[in-house]
């Protein structure tokens, strides 16, 4: 298929990552509750009530509960086995294991929400990753990803790998992925697990509502 990069599985998600969440999934998951956040708000705001939400990276399952509680037709997702479970006692629904990579469906989707968990997939494979999220909206579907901005792909101090883009580099990732109708990129401010205070970029790409690829 066009647009999906022939990165191999190993190469498009980080093991030691993943084990890094496995270990803290209980912590992880109690770390916050769930709140409304003005990404999770404007995401909720353009979907009509029982649109279909695929969620990527859900860890505990807050944002998930919320949009359930919005109305939305929530399928949440995480590639660690020990968030999934905790999502599911959270959220009282099956939690699918499934890393970014695995994601293989075609136009299912009214919107993907992915809060916070893109971020660990290196740059190499990220144009592949967003191509599956791509191909697996219908026309017109959202999509909202945050990302740690910075310099490229890197550890935190905890050990968990990040992509660290530029403004540039996810442009040209979005870009490579599919025909977007619309790309949105926001830049702030904000912590995270490590405490460490960094730039983030909020993106709201729209598939286009007619598709050539
Ligand atoms: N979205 C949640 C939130 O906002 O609280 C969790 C964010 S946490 C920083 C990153 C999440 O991405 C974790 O739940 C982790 O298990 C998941 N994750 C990391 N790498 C992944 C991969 N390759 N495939 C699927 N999930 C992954």
């Not at 968990?117 to 990753?129: D, E, F, Q």
């Not at 530029?166 to 912590?191: F, K, P």
Request: proline share 5%; charged share 25%; glycine share 14%.
């Amino acid at each position: 298929m066009a647009g999906l990069s022939p990165v191999a599985a190993r190469d498009a998600h980080d093991p030691q990552t993943l084990a890094f969440y496995d270990r803290e999934a209980t912590a992880y998951a109690a770390r916050r509750s769930p709140k409304l956040n003005p990404q999770l708000d404007a995401f909720i705001g353009v979907l009509r009530p029982g649109a279909e939400v695929l969620e990527l990276g859900c860890g505990g399952g807050q944002d998930a509960q919320f949009m359930l509680a919005a109305g939305l037709a929530v399928t949440p997702t995480d590639g660690s086995a020990g968030l999934a479970r905790e999502a599911e006692r959270r959220l009282g629904r099956t939690v699918r294991l499934m890393r970014f990579d695995e994601l293989d469906e075609t136009a299912c989707y009214d919107g993907v929400w992915a809060n916070a968990c893109l971020l660990h997939v290196p740059t190499a494979a990220l144009p592949g990753v967003l191509a599956r999220v791509w191909r697996a909206l219908r026309p017109g579907g959202v999509f909202a990803a945050s990302y740690k901005g910075g310099e490229g792909d890197g550890r935190d101090d905890l050990g968990r790998f990040y992509n660290f883009p530029t403004r540039e580099t996810l442009e040209a990732a979005y870009g490579a992925a599919g025909d977007w109708g619309r790309l949105d990129l926001e830049q702030g401010e904000g912590g995270g697990y490590d405490k460490v205070v960094r730039k983030w970029f909020f993106c709201t790409a729209v598939k286009a509502a007619t598709v050539g690829r």
